[in-house]
């Protein structure tokens, strides 16, 4: 069972427009929600995060937002850049019931950004 | 610099054998976590340790096995069990709570099976 979901496998934006990538949840616990970022055959790198008692949060180009009442959260880049072309990854964060804590990562959305 | 090293980058392995991949970290974090990774199946946990001298299985064990001697280490052995090894694998470390700083990844190993 999915608890963290990502329904886009692939995205194409026009540089210079907004890259709007899309994450949906199902556990209520979740207290923090991330966004990694990887290129091939590397490994992923964070990116911004929120906690579950924001709704927004922004990093220069980077913006999160949190809709809890949907289980939602998007990640919005603005202006969009070749170099960031990559697969995105939404993850969150909670206690698990052996008392550890661990992300839960979606399954990845290929964004490419087209000069 | 702190960081997270994982060795080889690259590893072939032939059918029958076991092979054990090096995962290193200098950041002082509690838990080590490692995933595979394949196409279209985003990061599945394999094996997580939360402090030294223990671990747990993640959602896709059999087949590998690790330990955690050190704080700094946490590495993976791919036994001849696991049916399909070929995969990319990743190490990561993290605070306890991960909270807003998450996790920090290695740069991976390519495990082919040849």
């Known amino acids: 069972d999915q608890q963290v979901k990502q329904n886009s496998p692939s995205l194409s934006v026009q540089e210079g427009r907004i890259s709007i990538l899309n994450c949906d949840y199902t556990n209520s616990m979740f207290d923090y929600f991330l966004w990694y970022k990887k290129y091939p055959a590397e490994g992923p790198t964070f990116l911004i995060s929120?906690?579950?008692?924001?709704d927004k949060n922004e990093d220069g180009r980077f913006t999160v937002f949190l809709n809890k009442s949907a289980k939602h959260l998007s990640l919005h880049i603005v202006p969009s850049q070749p170099g960031d072309s990559a697969v995105y990854f939404c993850?969150?964060?909670?206690?698990?019931?052996?008392?550890?804590?661990?992300?839960?990562f979606g399954k990845g959305t290929k964004l490419s950004v087209i000069p | 610099d702190g960081g997270i090293t994982q060795s080889p980058k690259y590893l072939f392995r032939k059918e029958g054998q076991n092979v054990t991949l090096s995962c290193e970290q200098n950041l002082n974090h509690d838990a080590m976590y490692w995933y595979r990774q394949d196409p279209g199946q985003g990061l599945r946990l394999i094996y997580y340790s939360q402090i030294v001298n223990d671990f747990q299985k993640g959602d896709i064990a059999e087949g590998y096995s690790v330990s955690r001697e050190k704080k700094e280490s946490f590495p993976l052995t791919v036994t001849s069990a696991q049916k399909n090894p070929t995969a990319f694998y990743l190490c990561?470390?993290?605070?306890?709570?991960?909270?807003?700083?998450?996790?920090?990844f290695g740069s991976g190993t390519r495990l082919t099976v040849v």
């Open positions: 993850a969150a964060s909670a206690v698990s019931g052996a008392g550890s804590y661990q992300l839960t």
């Open positions: 990561a470390s993290s605070r306890r709570p991960t909270g807003r700083q998450g996790y920090t």
């Open positions: 929120i906690s579950s008692i924001k």
